[in-house]
């Protein structure tokens, strides 16, 4: 696979709160990237993380109010297998050792070649399409990295809106989504209907076929991976 295919299909969330090399790794690098995000500070990356749900995340370390570990350790929690690269000044090497546990892929010492970064990143998505296979019960295959629902090898087009509902539940075995999660998941800073939940998890039923998503009373909705 080309450079050109291979990072194509990773979506980018950049962290850093210097707008001039914010926007001038966008120049350099965004281009090769089916997305390329910007967010400012560390709550603006949480906040976009949830929505945009990128491949990867890039950081810079020490931004005011929430710093790019502590992000780091949030964005672990939500969804762990989603890869962290860190970069840092060398002022901030004592923080490297504090990274361990937000489970970052590798950092960049502060000013580093950009090229350099785009080699590592074809390493990584290479890796990351390998791992991005999940099979749903019964027929059913979801492909994170190219975003794709088959059922008995047959293609079913997703919205945005579904992909974003059925990459959350797959995020871990067993995980729930009832409706006031499911709103603020898919209608953020919104307020949509008990009704508007149900028209869409029955229009996704009635396109996948009902046996991909599962509910549970008092639980929520589900799928089940094998």
Known sequence: MTRQKALKRLKILYVEDEKSLAE????????HFSAFRLAADGEEGLELFRSFRPDLVITDITMPGMDGLEMGRQIHAISPETPLIL????????????????????????????????EYLEVLATRLAARQQVSIRPDYRYDRYHRRLTRKEEPIPLTDREQRFLETLLEEPGNF?????????????????????????NRLRNKAGRELIRNKAGEGYYVEPV
């Open 87 to 118: 970069l840092s000044a060398y002022s901030d090497k004592e923080k490297l050792l504090s990274a361990i546990d937000v489970g970052v892929s590798k950092y960049y010492i502060k000013p580093f070649d950009p090229e350099e970064l785009l």
């Open 177 to 201: 989504l009832d409706t006031a999660a499911i709103k603020s998941l898919l209608w953020p800073g919104e307020e949509p209907t008990d009704d508007a939940v149900r028209v869409f998890i």
């Open 24 to 31: 001038m790794m966008e120049r350099a690098i965004g281009r």
